[in-house]
């Protein structure tokens, strides 16, 4: 099938991957996904989450995105850090937030995420990344049906 003859909804647009590098991520963004994969070692503070999240919206092109956050890293924030996202300007961008987690102390601190700051769109933590996308898949088909 050449490009020409794409259906309209699979444009060209849900075809291309973009990519970014931050100080503190590596960012993806395909078919309203924004993959966020934190970098080892931060210690990420409110400025440097601030411009992730900016850098994370323009990549998306200021539409909204499914996050998908890859915490698997030796990464950690703050509790100012976890509040800013849950409660920042740039939450009316996001449709919901799966996060990656692999070790016990993640866990702790996305589920006390979850639980205290009270992200204000959906939000859930996973072992691995299909599972997640499974998750984000479902959210998609529940928001395509209500608009018919």
């Given at each position: ?13 849900n075809l291309l991957v ?60 703050s509790s100012d850090v ?47 990344e299909e599972t997640a ?16």
């Amino acid at each position: 099938m050449d490009l020409m003859t794409l259906p309209e909804n699979n444009t060209l647009n849900n075809l291309l991957v973009s990519e970014l590098e931050t100080e503190v991520a590596y960012l993806s963004y395909q078919r309203n996904v924004l993959r966020v994969k934190l970098k080892e070692g931060i210690l990420m503070d409110i400025q440097q989450m601030e411009e992730l999240l900016k850098q994370a919206v323009e990549l998306a092109d200021f539409k909204k995105y499914f996050a998908v956050v890859d915490t698997r890293a030796n990464s950690n924030s703050s509790s100012d850090v976890r509040d800013f996202y849950a409660e920042s300007e740039y939450g009316k961008y996001r449709y919901a937030d799966a996060f990656i987690v692999d070790s016990l102390a993640m866990r702790l601190l996305v589920n006390f995420y979850i639980s205290f700051n009270k992200p204000t769109v959906p939000t859930k933590m996973f072992t691995d990344e299909e599972t997640a996308m499974a998750w984000i898949n479902s959210l998609r088909t529940i928001a395509a049906t209500n608009r018919n």
